[in-house]
């Protein structure tokens, strides 16, 4: 129950587990071709999702190569761990990057980037997370799409990553420009596949980018999509477990999956207050993860460390926040089992460690959310 990698289902480990197909056979072109549509119903795109081999971070170094030029200006919402890689990759490539720094724990203010914006037009694009994992703080992305949209200079580049599969994100509909997600989060899968969308204002921007990219060549990996290929080796065995993924999504329906998580993320914190613990988000709560501070006196890394003897992997704070908060994930293949177990294990966990709660507290405060769903 850690945010990421996260637990895989049997059935997705049994097509992964299916002999290589050469990647230039048709059989395998015509399983491309029904995970190209699989991806934008995930997506809520009518765009081409981009696949590579790589960590969700190739998708972001992608996005910052493919749309921007050495010297241009981005504006970067900072609000945690992965809000500075964004800044990190903009130094690297030359972009001016500054940064709207908002304090950890919370969301950023659409009305504060509308009057960056507004007070230097030359901003050429917004990075942002959708769910900043280190904190557990979901970041108003809706309303960050209704600043950029009309504005044909800038564009909305998205962190999808923890998010994508988690909960409702649908890009077009938004007028998100560039959506970032990767494979081992909310995904379900293994890691190593990282994605990218683009919109049609998005893909204006890589034709005028300058800045230097070869395996993530945005326009060379959907001119090769569209023919059902990749244009190098692709991962097979990732893509096969893709191909399941997908469709059982696509069966079951986005809204199902989104209920699923939602449904653990109200029972996880009902159980966090009944256990008189405060959680570190305060808005925005995430729906994929519950970061609660650790009680006074208690560390928050041994309580990662006691329940990882248990058997039950949750994370710890991350640089500022570390020590001071766990985050118990709760994405894709995650059942009531899982998190009431866990729940368990945390109580125990407390006493053990001095703070004091009576044993099913939480463990009950969890049960009758689930269970008022359950009967609903
Ligand atoms: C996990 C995560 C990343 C990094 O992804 P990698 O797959 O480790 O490259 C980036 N952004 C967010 C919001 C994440 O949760």
């Not at 990282?194 to 070869?214: G, H, M, Q």
């Not at 500022?320 to 368990?344: C, N, S, T």
Request: proline share 5%.
């Amino acid at each position: 129950m850690t945010p990421g990698p996260t637990p895989v289902a049997p059935e997705t480990q049994l097509a992964m587990a299916a002999p290589i197909i050469h990647h230039r056979a048709p059989q395998f072109m015509e399983i491309l071709g029904e995970v190209r549509e699989g991806l934008k119903y995930l997506f809520q795109t009518r765009q081409e999702v981009l696949i590579f081999a790589a960590t969700g971070t190739g998708a972001m170094e992608g996005a910052v190569a493919n749309t921007l030029s050495a010297g241009d200006q981005a504006l970067v919402v900072d609000g945690g761990k992965f809000g500075e890689r964004w800044t990190e990759l903009c130094n690297v490539y030359g972009v001016k990057a500054g940064r709207l720094g908002v304090e950890w724990g919370r969301a950023v203010d659409p009305q504060a980037v509308a009057k960056m914006l507004d007070d230097n037009p030359a901003i050429k694009a917004v990075f942002v997370q959708a769910n900043e994992t280190s904190t557990g703080v979901q970041h108003p992305v809706k309303e960050l799409a209704d600043v950029t949209k009309n504005r044909p200079g800038t564009i909305l580049v998205v962190d999808a990553i923890s998010a994508l599969g988690g909960y409702e994100l649908p890009m077009d509909e938004w007028g998100v420009d560039v959506l970032v997600a990767g494979s081992q989060k909310a995904m379900m899968l293994p890691p190593g596949l990282a994605f990218a969308a683009l919109s049609d204002k998005a893909w204006e921007f890589v034709k005028a980018s300058t800045l230097p990219k070869y395996y993530f060549d945005f326009a060379k990996a959907r001119k090769s999509q569209e023919k059902n290929q990749t244009p190098y080796t692709s991962p097979v065995s990732l893509i096969l477990g893709l191909q399941e993924v997908l469709a059982k999504i696509r069966r079951d329906g986005l809204e199902k999956v989104f209920a699923h998580n939602r449904r653990l993320s109200e029972a996880t914190k009902a159980a966090m207050k009944a256990m008189g613990l405060e959680l570190y988000s305060k808005d925005y709560s995430s729906v994929v993860l519950t970061a609660a501070m650790a009680p006074a006196g208690v560390d928050g890394q041994k309580v990662v460390a006691e329940l990882r003897k248990r058997g039950i992997w949750i994370a710890g704070g991350q640089a500022q926040a570390k020590g001071k908060i766990f985050r118990i994930a709760h994405m894709g293949y995650i059942d009531e089992v899982d998190l009431v177990g866990a729940i368990a294990g945390l109580e125990i966990v407390l006493n053990q460690l001095g703070y004091k709660v009576a044993l099913g507290t939480g463990v009950q405060a969890a049960n009758q959310v689930l269970g008022k769903e359950a009967a609903a």
